[in-house]
């Protein structure tokens, strides 16, 4: 079971979201835990202030590291697990990354909120994620989407484990196109060969499909991908079209 660890002034965000969908499935299935850890939870003063104005001034309020440090203290953890910490300056988060943390059995999330977050705060870290070039108010939302990124890889969520196999980023591309009935919807035709019901065509019209797609929407993918002689050949015919 892989249990994530929240630290996150707002739990509802992060509680009412996983009560729902796959995230869900896979808690009562036993397969994952949420557990969330307020920070105002360990003030030591009656009005529970988790955040104080800069040193050296300036805009907004900081977050205090004694909250966010005994929160993180009481977490039952394995030491060696990873502690991931939500900001606009960490490495972009990916599919790979997800995969690898799929077999993690323990995550630690903390999400910042307001103008930022004291500095020593990042030493609890094992690294820091973003989920793009923006900013957002909080962390919860790029936490979440590391818990469904990584939650639905755990062996057992996700029913049919073959359906991962074939999503966008798995084999460094993207999927290719998708269809179920009716045959035909406003002249828009399902392609032949997804109903003849040859396998090995079916496969490599995937595949070929895939590469376009790749090729038109996410160029820089192909970089990276591992690709053998026939994605070449397909390739290179594609690129006068």
């Known amino acids: 079971m892989l249990t994530f660890h929240v630290i996150t002034l707002f739990p509802e965000m992060i509680t009412q979201y996983c ?123 790029a936490s979440l989407i590391v818990i469904d990124a990584v939650g639905r890889l755990v062996p057992g969520v996700v029913g049919k484990s073959i359906s991962l196999a074939h999503e966008s980023f798995v084999d460094g591309l993207l999927e290719g196109p998708q269809y179920t009935k009716p045959p035909v919807f406003r002249d828009m035709e399902v392609p032949e060969v997804l109903r003849s019901g040859n396998h090995a065509a079916i496969e490599k019209w995937r595949r070929r499909e895939s590469l376009r797609r790749t090729f038109l929407r996410r160029p820089d993918l192909l970089e990276s991908a591992d690709l053998n002689e026939e994605d070449r050949r397909f390739l290179k015919s594609i690129e006068g079209q």
Do not use: W
């Not at 969908?21 to 529970?48: M, Q």
């Open 19 to 141: 009560a729902l969908s796959i995230v869900s499935r896979g808690v009562k299935a036993g397969h994952l835990a949420i557990e969330t850890y307020n920070p105002r939870d360990f003030c030591a003063d009656k009005y529970r202030k988790v955040d104080d104005t800069p040193y050296g001034g300036g805009a907004g309020m900081v977050l205090k590291p004694e909250p966010f440090f005994a929160a993180f203290e009481s977490i039952k953890r394995d030491a060696e697990s990873p502690v991931l910490l939500a900001t606009p300056q960490g490495h972009t988060f990916n599919q790979q990354k997800a995969e690898r943390l799929s077999k993690e059995t323990n995550i630690t999330l903390i999400c910042g909120h307001y103008e930022g977050f004291d500095e020593r705060i990042r030493t609890v870290a094992t690294d820091e994620f973003s989920i793009g070039d923006y900013v957002l108010t909080g962390g919860e939302l």
